[in-house]
């Protein structure tokens, strides 16, 4: 199956942010928030879950323009933007919890 180009700036650019920079800025944001020991950062907290926020809508904007793919190389679906906005979802969350666990001593440390 031939590649299709990406059509725009835009374009490439919610590409690269769902799947490359979104995922290291939650990496990132996550050691914080598990090295915090347990001292309050809600400004890490509100920069998670807009990290999170932003990956969910760059794949929906892929999506609405008619050129996401999934890993397959087919076009993608409703039920695929669906799938992909609860698991990300979900694993955030628990990532999250997680780390805040770890951050206060939750694992028996």
Do not use: N
Not at 37 to 57: H, K, N, Q, T, Y
Not at 73 to 97: F, H, S
């Amino acid at each position: 199956m031939a590649e299709k180009s990406i059509s725009s700036f835009a374009l490439l650019f919610t590409r690269l942010f769902w799947m490359i920079f979104g995922p290291l800025a939650l990496f990132l944001l996550v050691s914080t928030i598990a090295r915090s020991g347990g001292e309050r950062l809600p400004f890490i907290d509100v920069a998670f879950f807009a990290v999170i926020a932003g990956m969910i809508s760059s794949r929906f904007y892929e999506f609405q323009a008619g050129d996401a793919l999934t890993s397959r190389g087919e076009p993608m679906t409703g039920a695929v933007m669906a799938r992909y906005a609860l698991v990300v979802g979900l694993v955030g969350v628990a990532a999250w919890v997680c780390a805040k666990a770890f951050a206060h001593g939750g694992f028996g440390s």
